[in-house]
């Protein structure tokens, strides 16, 4: 089973939800809460990367990959996970505004896949429902640039899904029960 978070409650509300594919070794990094949390935003252009502290208390933005090809962008990620010691992948995944999932969904899971795989970590999907819009919005609240926020918004969505992410995963259910 693979754990999915929708922050919230029940469907565009949010909540978690236990859906099929291999738990592996999901339990093992949850219970080494001494790992960092490395999360993804994926994107058609450009991979949004951020990072928890090794506490999961934080989500920080980390780094910005441009897309070149699926070995090359598992490779990037592979190399900052590494570097950061995450012991598991929080990956975004993009719904449509009926809660439903398309094509972008497909693709992001099997992407999440294609990771757990060549990484050997567990892969978590946090709904990424306007994580982009609202970080759009709070950089032109805070007047940055265009320019500017174009440079960031891929890894600050990312610490958002991370954030989300952290927030519910002390009420996670047990796989196991």
């Not at 339990?27 to 951020?50: C, E, H, S």
């Not at 999440?112 to 819009?133: C, H």
């Not at 265009?146 to 009420?171: M, S």
Request: charged share 25%; aromatic share 4%.
């Amino acid at each position: 089973m693979v754990t999915e978070y929708r922050p919230g409650g029940g469907g565009r509300q949010g909540g978690l939800a236990v859906v099929a594919g291999d738990q592996g070794g999901h339990n093992a990094a949850m219970a080494d809460r001494a790992t960092p949390i490395l999360a993804l935003d994926l994107g058609a252009k450009r991979i949004g990367v951020a990072v928890s502290d090794p506490g999961r208390q934080l989500a920080l933005p980390l780094a910005t990959i441009a897309h070149v090809n699926r070995d090359a962008d598992l490779k990037a990620i592979a190399a900052l996970a590494a570097e950061q010691g995450a012991g598991l992948i929080v990956l975004g995944l993009p719904r449509r505004t009926d809660d439903r999932e398309g094509p972008e969904a497909e693709k992001a899971r099997r992407f999440g896949q294609r990771l757990q795989r060549f990484l050997g970590l567990p892969v978590v999907y946090v709904d990424e429902w306007e994580t982009t819009a609202e970080v759009h919005e709070r950089l032109i609240a805070a007047d940055i640039s265009r320019g500017k926020r174009r440079q960031v918004v891929d890894k600050l969505a990312a610490a958002l899904i991370l954030e989300r992410y952290l927030q519910g995963r002390g009420v996670e259910p047990d796989p196991g029960a």
